[in-house]
């Protein structure tokens, strides 16, 4: 078990400077220039573009400015942003808390809901309360993000006053709820399907009958039996899931005002702020990896049959 | 310049709220905000701007966010009334002899908001620090009219001076300008926001000044929540005659207009600069009075590349031609729901030195003279024109239905060119590869005649990227740059506009407008022709 976290940390190494290393060169690859962007469609002062280039190393080979990148990150430098000229970690460490909270809601509520909607409706599959979930998850899935954000923000801010229609503060939980709600539902519909049809099979299954045969209590046969067995699919799902809560969210980041990770991107990248991308984009990909990791570890607990060697 | 357009159009999607406002579902029933309700003179009002993209020095805020903030914080030695002309402000008085060596006189009293006064010297030291090259300021090129530029802005090395030769302090409220060569129109530039004076301070540490300016405007900064809102109170000892009816400005940043408008409507937020699409056509029905369409200098043209085999050679009648086949009214007040006006000229309204009229007929639709100017320019070579837009502007509707008329008038074919983003759309545009015609737009730098034609149309303007070169055009701007005074380049530069309709260097389309909105909080919301909110003469209803 040991041997494999630590083979599958030390695999981490090159897809880390993979990744880094695409990105890097997606950014160099993309038409614009950050620092003539600053002059948008005004007169150009091409002393000082060089000037600024110049300071920022952006003068510099390819490579170079590269090699300049990896050296710094070890020291927690993640280069500077051009136009504010903030350090890019700091930048990023505005934005992470607000993302962190948004998808641990987001992830909680999809678990929650999703996987009991699930495991009611397999119980009880082909019957009334299956079809309805089943209804409920397809609408879900078949209506888009914002459509369902525009509605949740005229229902209950507009029509109800419940909430305020934008997130005041990103960093309140409590705001941060409907929006969370929002960026949940695809994934909520996705995990009951999932959860449902894993339950539904494995009722069959004949480890279920052995259960029910040498008489255990159908709660015990339910949650150590079945839940285990039927999780595995679901746990795959939700570790990829993961990845896109963060990144995925600047629909609804938009709608709500949320100043998280997804804005950030966006306007990184519609700036040509390269740092600030590959940046963001590095910590994503070491969440990812260790989500990823965690996942691995969880199916040998869930499946006995399982073992890391 | 308010702000390149990339900021201005992209970043328009920024913002956060937290409002100094109560919560709760308001009504967007169109009250009137002009009730009869008491005023507040301490009330605190919010308006989106979104994150300031550079640090918040006077010579590097390009985009309109942070010009916002200096434009609020700073106050500068002239500024403009609603007709374009000057009106002192800091200074007591701007004059000059031979429009080469000016001599400015301030005003007694004033000070910077950490209490230190406002000397001659504040602004000598702020020019010679923000034209510096070392300092990287991105509008340090505007001093570069003062005689010794060359020195703290060479092309190429370190500079070789601290300090610009033309610029020296007479004493204490008096300094003396030199330009290199004479400006007649030189105090019209002095209002934009990089001639703003600096405390002594921000020498020392102009970063911790770039993330809290101290300036010697109507208001003063008190703190920047990152990406959340900027907070600035009301100056006590302001000296200025726009004394503020308020207490204060919030500044909230909205990730999308859409939001900030979700917003408004709930009274969370007081004012939006710029309606965003999706809502422009309900924009009535939800605030009534409280929408407001305001003139705003800025105009948007398409501008056939000069350097293209196409273009190269052309006879300008076809341009004419071109430009009559545009059914300007039609799609102002249907595709771009009123949120464009006509252009008349290539000079935007409210500018000093816009004629009435100039234009003649080239600016209205005529089918018929279309098809027949351009027949006797000879034809559109090859038959087929493109526009090259940004397509994360909003632009495409609009392009498509100018080549719709195009086509309909003329039976030139006509096709939208899209760039995915204006990035991209610049990037072609500076390495001169746009295949046809582009789309062009401008806002003023200050309010005169001359920004929005030698700026753009010179040959050797900056903001000439089209490869446009006319000697004829160039020797009359030439003429209004050596008049004697204000007046004379006026004129002479309005003789360059009637002259510049015959050689057609862009096909002007539209003015833009400002489309803001203001909550039931807040009344006598106006907006100036720079787009901008008239902060001071804004009052607070008391709840």
């Not at chain 2, 909230?252 to 004012?271: F, H, M, P, R």
């Amino acid at each position: 078990m040991g041997r494999y976290v630590a083979r599958r940390l030390l695999q981490m190494i090159p897809v880390f400077i993979g990744t880094t290393l695409l990105i890097f060169l997606m950014m160099y690859a993309l038409p614009g220039d950050p620092v003539r962007a600053l002059y948008g469609e005004q007169s150009v002062d091409v002393s000082q573009i060089a000037a600024i280039k110049a300071e920022y190393g952006l003068d510099k080979p390819l490579w170079q400015q590269y090699i300049n990148y990896l050296t710094g990150l070890p020291q927690g430098d993640f280069g500077t942003q051009i136009a504010s000229r903030r350090p890019v970690a700091e930048v990023i460490g505005e934005a992470f808390p607000v993302t962190i909270r948004l998808t641990i809601l987001a992830f909680v509520f999809t678990v929650l809901v999703g996987v009991s909607m699930g495991i009611v409706s397999g119980m009880r599959a082909g019957r009334k309360t299956d079809t309805s979930v089943l209804v409920i998850t397809l609408a879900l899935i078949s209506v888009p993000s914002f459509v369902l954000g525009f509605l949740f923000q005229w229902l209950f801010a507009m029509q109800f006053g419940w909430v305020t229609p934008t997130v005041q503060d990103s960093m309140n939980v409590g705001q941060l709820l409907l929006p969370a709600i929002v960026l949940a539902s695809l994934s909520l519909a996705y995990v009951a399907r999932l959860t449902r049809t894993s339950i539904a099979e494995n009722l069959r299954a004949d480890y279920m009958r052995t259960a029910v045969a040498k008489g255990l209590p159908r709660r015990r046969i339910i949650s150590m039996h079945l839940m285990r067995n039927s999780m595995i699919p679901v746990v795959t799902f939700l570790g990829i899931d993961i990845g896109s809560l963060m990144t995925g969210a600047i629909i609804t980041e938009g709608i709500f005002n949320v100043q998280g990770i997804g804005n950030l991107v966006y306007l990184a990248l519609s700036r040509r702020e390269g740092a600030t991308v590959v940046g963001i984009v590095t910590v994503m990909v070491l969440i990812y990896l260790f989500v990823n990791l965690l996942v691995d570890l969880l199916y040998a607990v869930l499946d006995p049959r399982i073992r890391y060697v | 310049m308010r702000g390149a357009k990339s900021a201005k159009w992209v970043a328009m999607a920024a913002v956060v709220a937290l409002g100094a406002t109560a919560c709760g579902g308001g009504s967007g029933d169109g009250d009137s905000g002009d009730s009869k309700a008491a005023v507040d003179p301490k009330g605190i009002f919010s308006v989106d701007v979104g994150e300031p993209q550079n640090p918040l020095q006077p010579a590097n805020a390009k985009e309109s966010n942070g010009s916002k903030v200096i434009k609020a914080v700073f106050s500068q030695l002239v500024d403009f009334d609603e007709k374009g002309e000057v009106v002192m402000e800091n200074a007591e008085s701007v004059e000059t002899e031979d429009s080469k060596l000016w001599t400015v006189k301030l005003k007694d009293g004033w000070t910077f908001h950490n209490g230190e006064a406002v000397t001659a010297k504040s602004y000598v030291d702020s020019w010679n620090w923000s034209a510096n090259i070392k300092n990287n300021q991105t509008n340090s090129y505007w001093f570069s009219d003062i005689k010794g530029f060359e020195d703290v802005h060479p092309e190429k090395g370190d500079p070789k001076s601290d300090t610009m030769s033309g610029l020296k302090v007479v004493d204490e409220k008096t300094f003396t300008i030199e330009l290199s060569s004479p400006i007649p129109y030189f105090q019209y530039k002095l209002g934009y926001d990089v001639w703003s004076p600096l405390p002594s301070g921000f020498f020392k540490d102009p970063e911790a000044y770039g993330e809290k300016p101290v300036g010697n405007g109507a208001y003063e900064f008190v703190k920047w929540e990152h990406k959340k809102q900027i907070e600035l109170k009301t100056y006590a000892d302001y000296k200025g005659e726009d004394k503020p009816k308020n207490g204060g400005v919030i500044f909230k940043n909205y990730t999308t207009v859409e939001a900030g408008y979700q917003d408004l409507l709930s009274n969370n937020l007081d004012i939006i600069r710029q309606i965003g699409p999706k809502d422009l056509p309900k924009r009535k029905t939800d605030l009534g009075e409280r929408a407001v369409d305001q003139d705003y200098n800025a105009i948007q043209s398409i501008v056939p590349a000069f350097y293209t085999k196409q273009w190269k050679d052309i006879d300008p009648k076809v341009l004419q031609g071109l430009s009559m086949a545009i059914d300007r009214d039609t799609i102002t007040k249907t595709v771009l729901n009123n949120t464009r006006e006509p252009a008349t000229s290539f000079v935007a309204k409210g500018v000093a030195g816009f004629q009435e009229g100039v234009a003649g007929d080239i600016l209205t639709y005529d089918a018929a003279k279309a098809k027949k100017l351009i027949e006797e320019g000879g034809g559109v070579p090859g038959n087929k024109i493109f526009i090259q837009f940004n397509a994360d502007g909003g632009h495409k509707e609009w392009v498509e239905a100018v080549c719709n008329s195009i086509r309909k008038a003329t039976g030139v074919d006509c096709a939208g060119d899209s760039k995915p983003d204006f990035q991209t759309d610049l990037d072609a545009r500076d390495a001169k590869e746009v295949k046809s015609m582009y789309r062009g737009g401008w806002v003023q730098d200050y309010p005169l005649n001359v920004n929005f034609l030698r700026d753009l149309y010179g040959s050797k303007a900056d903001g000439n990227t089209s490869g446009f070169a006319d000697k004829e055009i160039d020797g009359l701007f030439k003429k209004g740059d050596n008049a004697a005074d204000l007046d004379g380049a006026i004129k002479a530069y309005q003789e360059a506009e009637k002259a510049m309709f015959e050689k057609m260097p862009a096909i002007p389309l539209w003015y833009y407008k400002t489309n803001f909105g203001y909550s039931t909080n807040v009344k006598n919301v106006k907006f100036n022709t720079e787009g901008d909110p008239i902060l001071h003469d804004i009052e607070v209803l008391k709840k």
